[in-house]
């Protein structure tokens, strides 16, 4: 079996947001002549701005090679096993892994199990989920692997394919932002509450709008929600935020439980629980 490149996550990741890359790479290039031809043509005015902004470009276009090796790589944070340990899951148990068809993440955590299993529900339509990137990810992923490990099911953000109070464990890396209308993420979450057991937990992880991501993204940070949103929403849909966890400020990782019937009779009436 051929070894896996250590940059084989950041890899994909940039191959899939190429425009994005190429076009810090062209504003660089496009810096740099400016450069030259100030300095040749004795265009004194216009050295320091070629240079500034050929430097700034230069480092978002480093940091976010930074940031993808962080994210994506087996040595960087690899935020999915973060929320398998927040969850206290073991080798021998069941759980439920909302994709959007990437694969890859789900894998990686199949074999942290022996007999366990994960249901892998792909809720990816390119009318709920807008991003380009993400079509493009998509398109390199190779056939599910046959694992008895892992189940693979289509399902809907709004109709997932498990029935009512069914499971104690569902994780949800980077997708819920992934839905352009914050109604669709609601109903996601609602979803997601339906099918857990009460005292179920949920175990999402979202990058976040953070200094380190303001470094990393730029002006494109403002897109991200700061994490009292993510816990907002959590509450909204019914869950009660136990445990967090911030990565390096990139990615934020949450555990948020299901109450108790009882519990949710105390929260209904703001009692403390």
């Not at 989920?129 to 990810?137: D, G, P, Q």
């Not at 002006?219 to 509450?235: C, G, K, M, Y």
Request: proline share 6%; glycine share 6%.
């Amino acid at each position: 079996m051929r070894q896996r490149s250590p940059y084989s996550g950041a890899i994909r990741h940039i191959r899939a947001n190429w425009p994005g890359y190429l076009l810090v790479y062209a504003g660089i290039v496009l810096a740099l002549l400016l450069l030259g031809v100030s300095v040749q043509e004795g265009w004194l005015s216009f050295i320091p701005f070629s240079l500034a902004l050929m430097l700034l470009l230069s480092y978002f276009l480093v940091a976010s090679v930074w940031a993808a090796h962080r994210l994506y790589d087996q040595a960087g944070l690899r935020p999915y096993h973060v929320l398998f340990d927040m969850g206290q899951l073991k080798a021998t148990d069941t759980f439920v892994y909302i994709d959007l068809g990437v694969r890859d993440f789900a894998l990686q955590l199949s074999r942290r199990l022996t007999s366990g299993k994960i249901y892998v529900v792909d809720v990816y339509n390119p009318q709920w989920t807008l991003s380009a990137s993400l079509k493009r990810y998509r398109s390199r992923q190779p056939h599910p692997p046959s694992d008895p490990r892992l189940v693979w099911q289509n399902g809907r953000f709004d109709l997932l394919p498990l029935p009512d109070k069914s499971v104690s464990t569902v994780i949800l890396h980077r997708v819920v932002s992934e839905f352009w209308q914050e109604g669709d993420q609601m109903a996601l979450l609602q979803e997601v509450h339906r099918i857990l057991t009460p005292n179920g937990r949920v175990l999402l992880a979202e990058r976040v709008r953070s200094q380190a991501n303001w470094l990393v993204m730029g002006p494109s940070a403002f897109t991200l929600r700061p994490a009292d949103d993510w816990r907002a929403i959590l509450q909204k849909a019914g869950f009660i935020v136990v445990k967090e966890a911030d990565l390096q400020g990139l990615i934020h990782c949450f555990r948020a439980d299901k109450p108790t019937p009882a519990q949710a009779r105390q929260l209904s009436l703001n009692l403390p629980i």
